[in-house]
């Protein structure tokens, strides 16, 4: 059976999705201003998480639209298409931050299982 998209959900997530990024950016942004881009891509790699756990909580209790692991994939998807067109192209003019693994890849994998797990928890709440 085909499932029509329903736009209004995925905008909500993309919503919420936006505002960890922006959080997490700005962590970068400041990071890189006030220490090392090494310092700061630990500090981002330790936030993200929890950022993203704080995020996905709020999404969860008050819409609840999709499964935690819809949501952890939707969320990283988000954060990657965005640090994709805004960081690497627009940006940075390269694509070497994805080489770049404690910059990228661990905050991606990290911020799917945060928002799979916190939305887990409050399902298991309900």
């Not at 770049?100 to 799917?112: A, E, H, K, S």
Request: a positive charge.
């Amino acid at each position: 059976m085909k499932q029509k998209i329903n736009y209004a959900k995925l905008l909500i997530v993309s919503i919420y999705a936006f505002i960890g990024w922006t959080i997490c950016g700005a962590i970068m942004f400041i990071g890189t201003a006030v220490t090392s881009e090494f310092i700061a891509l630990i500090i981002h790699a330790v936030a993200a998480p929890i950022i993203f756990a704080v995020v996905s909580s709020y999404y969860f209790k008050k819409y609840d639209l999709t499964t935690p692991l819809e949501t952890a994939a939707l969320f990283v998807a988000f954060v990657v298409l965005l640090d994709f067109v805004v960081v690497a192209l627009l940006i940075n003019k390269s694509l070497a931050m994805f080489g770049n693994v404690l910059g990228t890849w661990i905050p991606f994998v990290l911020i799917f299982i945060s928002t799979y797990y916190t939305g887990r928890k409050l399902e298991k709440k309900a």
